[in-house]
């Protein structure tokens, strides 16, 4: 990836980057959660905080397992500062877009969002990997991470709720 790099690149790699996380995902994560609590919809409030703030532990807590090194190929792009594995980029994206999902799953929304979401995943993860800050396992293992909690946070919370986190009356 290295070899593409150009300052345009640099600039629009920097900027997913930001999106996928502090500008972009950390916000929409707040919003989200913001919005349903408006409409005073607590069950999906709640998947909401559950998901989105347990996998920013559950990513703590893996890389303080791991403290694997980012690569040093070349010079990166971007600091980062702590451990590689997992992607927080990676996993927190990844864990909106399947919240996101799995909340607009009953509605028209379901498959523009699916489409756009993938792309937004793919995205993020390449600009992590352009930057130079992670290995291509690091990505994969945040995406994989963030499935995992998410469809077990989603059991949880549907099991709960006899059986469905969504109606399609909820977002529709």
């Known amino acids: ?33 913001v919005l349903l609590s408006i409409r005073r919809r607590w069950r999906q409030a709640l998947f909401v905080l559950v998901a989105t703030a347990g996998s920013g532990v559950l990513n703590w807590l893996v890389k303080m397992l791991f403290a694997r090194e980012r690569p040093q190929l070349w010079p990166a792009l971007t600091d980062a500062h702590n451990a590689s594995f997992p992607s927080g980029h990676a996993m927190g994206s990844f864990t909106l877009m399947l919240v996101l999902l799995i909340l607009a799953w009953p ?57 469905e986190l969504c109606r399609r009356t909820d977002i529709s």
């Not at 150009?6 to 997913?16: C, E, I, K, T, W």
């Not at 379901?110 to 990505?139: C, E, K, Q, T």
């Open 1 to 33: 990836m290295h070899g593409w790099a150009s300052p345009g690149l640099d600039r629009f790699f920097h900027g997913v980057s930001a999106i996928g996380h502090e500008r972009g995902v950390i916000p929409l994560d707040v919003l989200l959660l």
């Open 107 to 163: 509605s028209r929304w379901r498959y523009p969002l699916l489409l756009s979401a993938s792309g937004f995943i793919v995205l993020v993860g390449l600009s992590r990997l352009y930057l130079g800050v992670h290995w291509p396992s690091d990505i994969v293992a945040g995406w994989l991470l963030a499935a995992s909690w998410v469809f077990a946070i989603s059991a949880c919370t549907a099991r709960q709720q006899g059986g």
